[in-house]
């Protein structure tokens, strides 16, 4: 998977999606203030990447670890949710997943 680092975040949205216009701002002043970057990908302009990862409902945001999914966010997350995972997903150096 070329779009997927390691370690990485990718955000799920669309255009004309209301759920996307309000989580957008949302994820955009979490990870500037944690300075992470993040990858925001329009789900319609990379079908089969959204495919590959099961993309059922935008917008989706995915934490990635040692290659791996490691936790998923559908919809619009309060800010504690974010923070909550995003803290977790910093500290977990030995994530090992299970297929």
């Known amino acids: 998977m070329n779009e997927i680092e ?3 975040i990718i955000l799920f ?6 759920a996307c216009n ?3 701002p949302i994820y955009h002043d979490f990870f500037k203030e944690q300075n992470q970057e993040y ?3 329009d789900a ?3 079908i089969e990447l959204a495919q590959m ?3 059922r409902g935008i917008p989706t945001l995915i934490f990635f670890k040692n ?3 490691f936790k998923r966010i559908v919809g619009v997350p309060t800010k504690f949710i974010l923070a909550e995972t ?3 997903w910093v500290d977990k150096d030995d994530f090992l997943a299970f297929d």
């Open 22 to 24: 309000v989580a957008k």
């Open 44 to 46: 319609k302009d990379e």
């Open 6 to 8: 390691r370690d990485g």
């Open 86 to 88: 995003f803290d977790i």
């Open 67 to 69: 290659d791996k999914e």
């Open 39 to 41: 990858t925001m990908i």
């Open 53 to 55: 990862l099961k993309i």
């Open 13 to 18: 949205v669309g255009d004309g999606c209301p």
